[in-house]
């Protein structure tokens, strides 16, 4: 954590609990006047701590019932097989999240979010078993999600 000390800190926190929150609400917050923290946002952005700002929906709310992760092998490791699977992937709307994973004997993990088993049914079968590469795929359901956190 370079060159961070404890009042950027505050003001990650802060802003991570509510990235709308004004500069003078900020700066109350982490009791500071709002001139220099608007500098330490600033520098914070520029810097490449803060790399944007969002809203957090929630899935349900558009339908999306199940959270599914994804472990899949490909079936040859080849730097254009990678890049086509992620190119691919990158295309589905259902995935939220897509890493490549080292210590199992999958390649990738993906966390997709879908509406009910139907709907991943036609993902894994019509669009996601269909990339050129993929030699297995196993499939775990979120029961629940316990805790979602930044690390500042």
Known sequence: ???????????????????KISNLELAELVNLSP?????????????GFITGYFAKTNPQKFGYQLSVFIAISMDRHTAERFENFENAV?????????????????????????????????????????????AQVHTSFELREV??????
Do not use: W
Request: glycine share 2%.
């Open 90 to 134: 990158k295309e589905f709307p259902e995935v939220v999240s897509c890493s490549i994973v080292t210590g199992r004997s999958e390649d990738y993990l993906i966390k997709a979010m879908v509406r009910d088993m139907a709907h991943y049914e036609e993902f894994l079968l019509h669009r996601l078993n269909r990339i050129e590469g993929i």
């Open 1 to 19: 954590m370079q060159n961070l000390d404890n009042l950027d800190k505050k003001i990650l926190a802060e802003l991570q609990k509510n990235a």
């Open 147 to 152: 805790f979602s956190r930044s690390l500042i």
């Open 35 to 47: 001139t220099p923290c608007a500098r330490r946002v600033k520098q914070l952005e520029d810097n």
